[in-house]
């Protein structure tokens, strides 16, 4: 321990993680100090209001309301980027990478916009951009999959990415509250926003996907080639059809790689996976990963998917590892060499055909109260060859009407649009058909 | 991707573990060698007979009896321990440590044993050695708790360590198979050993719990002050009320830590946990870690605790971190400072008394089949104020005996020596009592 050279860090973005970023950062300044042999110089925040109250404590003098006088200190060398956004937040991510500085990003939605970009910046000017805390909070998915599990090409990757819509889901599923109560209790624990969209229509699970399959197979899954479901049409009939046979409804982002043809699928959408299934026990607003790598078998990793608390943990874990690159005792997080062979071996994917995506899937149908009904359904299932699991079928007294949901065994994307196109041309179903897909390791 | 500096990887030792090191290097060989922007040199395997029908193809050149050969050859960087024991694998490893090169190990004993004497080779000639091998096989938890989550202070890590117990604890608890017929079937499917007794008897979760609370406070528990049991006197009545009250049996290791008391504990042990953890889900052979952290909250780490493939899974991410330092691209796998850091906080640290071990406990009493008997039991309970949550009681008759289980409030582990020390002197209580501990992450 004879270095005691100083690293400056600097935030910014003074909102729920850049204050947990501080708090965890200023307690434990010593203990890092140690462990590190460096010393810490929590230098400057910039925020965008000077005059806010706030609760975790800071001198004023550390405040700045601009962030470029953060970057462009030459004794900052790592830049917490966490202001959020894309045009603010890139253009503040650059400006420091053409520092050759150090930038950890909690920012999912830049790094999928502008990744290329920032990557480039980085083998420009020899600096580093870590972004454990943009995927699944505090737990440390990247790193596994860059580093732990280095020596395996991964098959699946098969996650609950959104805290919010699992939050949702476990309330609807072992509560029995509707769609709209458990929006509105999340709302209210501050599980949701204001506007729930980004959470609950899969944009921000999207975005997470995008990462891990770039990440795991170098390359960008196109917008238009990804499937993109949200939570809101779940309803009581499709609870009641997973608990009856033995299903926990949750949002899954799926990412599989079929090595042979060299394609790749990206979905993030709702799906009843398994109770036997660990990815089911991963209940409220934790998040959960399973990888299945060549080598070395499924392997899961659950936790806090976010929040001030597992967000900082994530961003004070890169920036220990920053530290330990700056000063030459350790790593350098990303490696631009590894990274780019990806990419390399990425350009030669192509995105799977619908023939090539199977699965088992679940239905509801809403249906005319008749004789005859049933039997024009079937028919179209077997018209298309698809075979039916199993059935639940409830009737409403006087409404004319009953809903009937039921499961398939496994069958193409491509057939079972087949299916539906049918199902919607027949005037005896009343409402647009729901579908779900049934999460299966092996399909 | 300039580079083209050749690393050579020697391996000692060519048994399971080392046949798939070096089958899945050779299969990733090109993959490995343009994302770590190097050329691999499988140069040399150490093996005790040379003449060994194996069942990875290896040319007969590269293969030596003498483990010197491939450690001393100048051409060979990073050196795989693969051996086991620690007698000769000690010797190699301090061997190959002061020459300056990378040790990279699956050997727990090992590491237990002589940590101190192969830190110190590390620290004095500037080499590696690295070990996520050593515990939980493929999962990434070495790498967990020093990178990914270096910002925490672990209150809490408790996991299934032991592959072998947990497919024979499955197969009681989920399929009714008595211990012994358990064991034979773990035996014939190559999980158990033909003397099992480092698996069922808690020696191997030891070794791994001990490196564990090592690596997260600093300091090695001694033996004598780690409650360390196995599995062999679990009975139908422990499987059947456990599953009656909703836990499954798991042998765990547990590691907690008392900040503001500077005390942890180390146990590994079979004990009862509620089906609504993660960790009750970790069923067959497969191990799970749940490490408490403080600014992370519960994060969970399961797959394949061991076997040929996760081993080897995690041996190979070890070499990728050992050649991206020596390339200087990346880190050092486990930093000296930090080390040092750490077990310098850990001679702070005591081994918790046995007032401070708290849990709520479960029992199982063979009682004499007479008037009076019970009272005279619980007499006891109520001397030492320790209440009773639940009970069973079971007629065996024309036995003449009883079996009762039960379980209890949170109680010291003190207390419920006393209450256990006062049965066994009962004559109304048969048999030696059977006490198993309660999982509950709060106490």
Not at 70 to 79: A, L, Q
Not at 270 to 293: E, F
Not at 408 to 420: D, F, I, N, Q
């Amino acid at each position: 321990m004879k270095t005691s050279r100083t690293i400056g860090i600097g935030i910014l973005g003074f909102g729920t993680v850049g204050q947990g970023v501080w708090k965890h950062l200023t307690e434990k300044k010593s203990d890092l100090e140690s462990r590190l042999g460096v010393k810490l110089d929590l230098r400057k925040v910039a925020v965008r209001n000077l005059k806010k109250k706030r609760e975790v404590k800071i001198s004023s003098a550390k405040l700045t309301p601009n962030p470029f006088e953060v970057i462009d200190d030459p004794k900052v060398h790592v830049v917490c980027e966490l202001i959020g956004g894309t045009t603010k937040a890139r253009e503040c991510t650059l400006r420091a990478l053409r520092q050759g500085k150090v930038v950890v990003s909690a920012n999912k939605a830049l790094l999928c916009e502008h990744g290329p970009e920032i990557f480039q910046a980085v083998r420009q000017h020899g600096g580093q951009f870590l972004f454990e805390a943009s995927v699944a909070g505090g737990i440390p998915i990247i790193k596994a999959i860059r580093e732990g599990l280095a020596a395996n090409h991964f098959e699946l990757i098969v996650g609950i990415l959104n805290g919010t819509c699992n939050h949702i889901l476990t309330r609807m599923g072992e509560d029995g509250l509707s769609f709209a109560d458990a929006l509105k209790e999340a709302q209210e624990l501050g599980y949701a926003e204001a506007d729930p969209t980004l959470d609950v229509d899969g944009i921000d699970a999207w975005h997470k996907a995008s990462i891990l399959a770039w990440l795991a197979h170098g390359k960008w899954a196109p917008r238009n080639r990804t499937l993109v479901e949200g939570i809101r049409n779940i309803g009581p009939a499709d609870i009641d059809f997973a608990r009856r046979f033995g299903f926990a409804l949750k949002h899954l982002a799926v990412i599989r790689r079929n090595f042979e043809k060299d394609w790749m699928t990206v979905g993030v959408y709702p799906a009843l996976v398994p109770n036997g299934d660990i990815l089911a026990r991963v209940s409220g607003v934790n998040n959960g990963i399973t990888l299945r790598g060549d080598v070395v078998g499924a392997t899961t990793l659950a936790g806090r998917g976010a929040g001030q608390d597992a967000t900082a943990s994530a961003v004070i874990g890169d920036i220990i590892d920053a530290i330990a690159s700056l000063t030459g005792s350790a790593r350098q997080g990303l490696s631009l060499d590894d990274l780019q062979a990806r990419e390399k071996q990425g350009q030669k994917i192509r995105m799977a055909e619908l023939d090539e995506i199977v699965s088992p899937f679940y239905l509801r149908l809403s249906l005319l109260d008749k004789a005859g009904v049933s039997e024009g359904v079937y028919r179209i299932f077997t018209k298309h060859k698809v075979s039916i699991a199993r059935v639940i079928q409830y009737e409403h007294p006087n409404q004319g009407r009953g809903t009937v949901t039921l499961s398939t065994y496994p069958v193409s994307e491509r057939k079972m649009g087949a299916v539906l196109a049918e199902l919607r041309r027949l005037k005896t179903v009343l409402e647009e058909p729901f579908l779900l897909r049934i999460f299966s390791p092996e399909s």
